[in-house]
């Protein structure tokens, strides 16, 4: 069934949709909203947890294959880059053939590689299936977010999509907690193999309650060029980020890619505006609200992930904590990521979202202000209070930026709108992790010879320097096997203590990041196009 929705291609708002507001569900399972919900939760829940829990299982994968240290990293490295190129095309692919198929498709293709890894013998199989699971991930993330937008009516949407945040946030932070559960007790196949029976559970779910809504504007063909530019110039942006820790953000190479992205981008947008049906229209972006969500996920990501990043370090190599025990340190941000959440949606929805979105970044930056005064000895509850704060502040930006993009997208775009959020957010983490990380490096680099020759130690050449650095920015003693005790506590509290001036370095330029993003947060306004959801129609 299609909808009957006629809507300006541009974003400015359009042909007033003929949708009834106050639309109640009606009987039986298929495109029931609530259940909608659900399904679509159980299928974005394994991309998002694969995300992060991975991580956990790497040392494990390490020693089990004997793979080497770059090519686990390809591990993380191949799964984001897949997602991160393909997610826009993708959500195009939804709006073409319906975000119902898309779904299913990328739901069984991801659950099939994640088998296929558990299976695999070898860290070149690992490292391709995990580039399948980026593949099929893409497919069905902006699916969801266009099925959210087709089923729920305007006035249910915002809590729609806080619990869609919430099970995005709490799953992204609670995967180190189940990783370091599954890799301990069990094996890192495990972790992998977890996703099978959650896979076969949100396609049987799926085929039984998901309705296919086309609108009646969909595209009828594909951009193949637009594709293609719009493809390597992610490509070109995405590894720059990826291998800028590796080559050093003054290499060439480093900034060769990032102009061949430039280029790419430039290109393609001169191009999206001679072809009949683009891929991304960019009409979309004369919508200052639109644009202006697109920013606040990049910026809401680079505070998120970058935070993140740096501290499951700290909890594991300066409190020696173990991966679960970090993981139960953080629950704190994840609790108030499942609370705020779905209360962020309420509240947005009776306010609209400039007022949250505001407060939450506000609040992400006094997090991150605080995550930079954190110590060696920091206690418990005082880590707790900070972790805490910054799910409060993150949740509302979570679900806010998520309505401002996909409310303010024609519903014939809102594959591409969802496909644009994801990628904003992936963009961002990468930043976060390849800018943060860049300035953790540099004040290592700059502290480390200095507190080194301070607490009276063997001076060091310049490669055994290099090589301590390396391991001091991810809080890790430098410390020679034979050391004496004495001079093996000394670097220790070296390391921890320059490790500890390098996170606050980078949580404040994350803080900072969050100012700038509290203006940003007042572009934003309700969705001009949210009343056009299809599902107002079947419900």
């Avoid at 139960?328 to 609209?352: D, E, R």
């Amino acid at each position: 069934m299609t909808s009957q929705t006629t809507i300006d291609k541009t974003g400015s708002g359009g042909d007033a949709p003929v949708v009834p507001s106050d639309a109640t569900p009606g009987k039986g399972l298929r495109g029931h909203p609530w259940l909608t919900l659900i399904t679509v939760a159980v299928g974005v829940m394994m991309v998002a947890l694969d995300g992060t829990i991975v991580a956990i299982a790497n040392p494990a994968i390490q020693k089990d294959l004997g793979a080497t240290f770059a090519q686990v990293q390809w591990i993380t490295n191949g799964y984001f880059l897949a997602l991160a190129v393909s997610l826009i095309t993708a959500g195009k692919l939804g709006d073409r053939f319906g975000h119902r198929q898309t779904f299913l498709i990328g739901v069984v293709g991801f659950a099939a590689a994640s088998g296929a890894i558990g299976l695999s013998d070898s860290i070149a199989l690992v490292v391709t299936f995990r580039v399948f699971q980026g593949l099929f991930g893409a497919l069905l993330m902006p699916a969801a977010l266009g099925l959210l937008r087709a089923t729920f009516p305007a006035e249910k949407l915002n809590m729609a999509i806080g619990i869609w945040g919430m099970v995005i946030g709490a799953s992204t932070a609670g995967g180190p907690i189940l990783g370091g559960v599954l890799v301990e007790h069990v094996n890192w196949q495990s972790v992998f193999f977890i996703n099978v029976p959650v896979g076969i559970l949100a396609v049987v779910l799926g085929v039984m309650i998901l309705l296919d809504h086309r609108a009646e504007n969909a595209p009828r063909s594909f951009d193949i060029l637009g594709i293609a530019l719009l493809s390597a110039a992610m490509f070109s942006l995405v590894w720059a980020l990826i291998k800028a820790p590796e080559w050093g953000w003054g290499d060439g190479r480093t900034w060769l890619f990032i102009a061949a992205s430039v280029v790419g981008f430039t290109v393609f947008a001169l191009w999206e505006t001679k072809v009949k049906e683009p891929l991304i229209p960019l009409g979309l972006f004369r919508s200052v609200p639109l644009s202006a969500g697109v920013v606040l996920m990049v910026l809401m990501a680079i505070a998120f992930m970058g935070g993140l990043f740096f501290v499951t370090f700290y909890l594991q190599n300066v409190h020696g904590m173990s991966p679960i025990d970090a993981g139960l340190h953080l629950l704190p941000l994840t609790g108030m990521m499942i609370v705020g959440s779905p209360l962020a949606g309420a509240m947005i929805t009776k306010v609209g979202p400039r007022i949250p979105l505001a407060g939450g970044m506000a609040f992400t930056a006094i997090a991150m202000y605080g995550m930079s005064t954190l110590q060696t000895d920091t206690a418990s509850g005082v880590m707790s209070l900070w972790f805490a704060m910054l799910g409060l502040g993150l949740a509302p930006v979570m679900v806010g930026a998520t309505e401002v993009i996909v409310g303010n997208a024609p519903l014939e775009l809102s594959g591409v709108a969802g496909g644009l959020q994801q990628a904003a957010m992936q963009i961002g983490g990468s930043l976060g992790t390849a800018v943060l990380g860049a300035v953790m490096a540099s004040k290592v680099d700059s502290d480390l010879a200095g507190n080194w020759t301070s607490a009276g130690l063997p001076p060091l050449t310049a490669a055994q320097e290099a090589q301590a650095s390396e391991a001091v920015q991810v809080g890790v003693p430098p410390v020679a096997p034979g050391t004496p005790d004495a001079i093996a506590a000394k670097i220790t509290g070296v390391a921890h203590d320059t490790f500890i001036s390098g996170m606050s370095a980078a949580s404040l330029v994350a803080a900072a990041v969050a100012v700038v993003a509290v203006g940003i947060a007042f572009l934003t306004k309700r969705g001009e196009n949210a009343e056009a959801g299809a599902g107002a129609a079947h419900i």
